[in-house]
């Protein structure tokens, strides 16, 4: 049996916040990020490392080697045939290794650059909860506008049935022809198919509602809140500086600021890298023996001088991609300016649409009493009731359609502006 669950719209939001699958991948995404943010602690934090390893060699070299390091060495073991032909010797080292970065200067660049990635990160996944919330909305209301349509749609056939049951009536008593049941027939079969059409669209918004929300498609879901009957209109004065401040555009910033910073990497690696390192051992011919141990620190100076204009391209390939999400970023900016100025003209003719089509409804809606009243003195066809109801209906649609339609364009704004603007 499918579960009945009411919903308000912040419910539905909070729903989504949790459960939307979108929403909780892009948190995955930026984990991801933060993740790859926290490896690069490496350039400044020390390196640890524990082994323990066991050969067993008649190697002369490597023989009279473990032999020293186990500090067993012995006046005979430098008898030129023992030297030669040793006996096989066992050896288990147990090393204890430490690295310790002095000055990478081209890894803290790099860092820099990651935090920029992760940061950047972090601001999608912010838009990408936006667009979740945008989504959400749209689908709550269509739901209300698909179950509208259905009430309507409802009412349509009952008005149908009756116009046909008289007609029949009509017919026996000899006051209409055939011709005109059939018509009525007609009619009441088109409005049942409309009915069944609207009743399977508002079963599809209904399981994409609870898709976004993460619930079972079969959840019958019942909305608590409506759309405004009445709306008023929106207006917004945004300059472009605001706009810049959105999420997804400073997410791109993010990322130029992290090109700047991997450029800067790239151009540091022509300077010397700087590292110290340390190491102690235990080495025995028992299995974690420690009879006989020692120690190795040191520091180490690389410079790469010349490696094939290798750094040399990475530098090249580095300026190119700045160079290219910069321009990227400019046409974001200019396409987003395009849609905010769309979506403001957009704003103002569906209020518009909603004047009208009341209009329409109260006109059709009206003209469909007349005849109602017309058709039960017998001073109206059949056909033309019906053509009138039809005209009433579709009118009413139109006019929940125009309220749904602004609705929509306000959630856009919404969405442009990453503001909420309650009604």
């Not at 948190?27 to 050969?55: C, D, I, W």
């Not at 009957?229 to 004065?237: C, G, H, K, M, T």
């Not at 056909?383 to 009138?388: G, I, K, P, R």
């Not at 749904?404 to 364009?409: G, L």
């Amino acid at each position: 049996m499918a579960q009945t669950k009411s919903l308000s719209l912040n419910e539905a939001l909070e729903l989504a916040k949790d459960n939307n699958l979108s929403a909780r991948s892009a948190t995955a995404r930026e984990k991801a990020a933060q993740g790859a943010y926290r490896m690069t602690n490496s350039v400044f934090l020390p390196g640890l490392s524990v082994s323990h390893t066991g050969v067993k060699t008649n190697d002369p070299l490597s023989t009279f080697g473990f032999k020293l390091k186990q500090e067993v060495v012995t006046q005979a073991d430098f008898n030129p045939a023992t030297l030669n032909d040793p006996d096989a010797i066992e050896n288990y080292n147990t090393k204890i290794e430490l690295q310790q970065p002095i000055l990478n200067i081209d890894g803290l660049y790099a860092r820099k650059a990651a935090k920029n990635q992760y940061e950047a990160m972090a601001l999608k996944s912010s838009r990408a909860r936006q667009q979740v919330r945008y989504e959400v909305k749209r689908a709550y209301f269509q739901v209300e506008l698909a179950q509208s349509a259905v009430k309507v749609l409802q009412q349509s056939v009952r008005v149908a049935e009756e116009a046909l049951k008289l007609t029949k009536d009509n017919e026996a008593q000899g006051f209409v022809k055939h011709a005109d049941v059939l018509e009525a027939s007609v009619r009441y079969e088109e409005r049942l198919n409309q009915l069944s059409e609207a009743e399977d669209q508002k079963q599809a918004a209904t399981e994409y509602l609870a898709h976004l929300l993460g619930m079972d498609l079969g959840t019958n879901i019942v909305l608590t809140d409506s759309m405004t009957r009445a709306p008023s209109l929106f207006s917004w004065n945004v300059d472009a500086a605001e706009l810049e401040q959105r999420s997804d555009l400073k997410a791109i910033q993010k990322q130029i600021a992290a090109g700047e910073q991997m450029l800067r990497s790239e151009k540091m690696k022509f300077v010397p890298r700087l590292n110290a390192f340390g190491a102690y051992e235990w080495n025995d011919r028992e299995i974690l023996g420690m009879s006989a141990s020692n120690y190795l620190v040191g520091a180490s100076l690389t410079w790469d001088l010349f490696n094939g204009y290798k750094n040399l391209g990475s530098i090249q390939q580095a300026s190119a991609q700045l160079d290219e999400a910069e321009y990227q970023y400019q046409d974001y900016l200019s396409q987003s300016e395009m849609q905010l100025n769309n979506a403001k003209r957009k704003l103002e003719l569906r209020f518009q649409q909603i004047q009208s089509s009341k209009l329409s409804k109260e006109q059709a809606e009206e003209s469909l009493r007349i005849r109602t009243n017309r058709f039960e003195q017998g001073l109206e066809k059949t056909t033309d009731l019906l053509m009138a109801e039809a005209l009433a209906s579709s009118k009413k649609l139109e006019y929940i359609q125009s309220i749904y339609n602004y609705k929509q364009a306000v959630f856009e704004m919404e969405l442009l502006l990453e503001k909420d603007m309650n009604e």
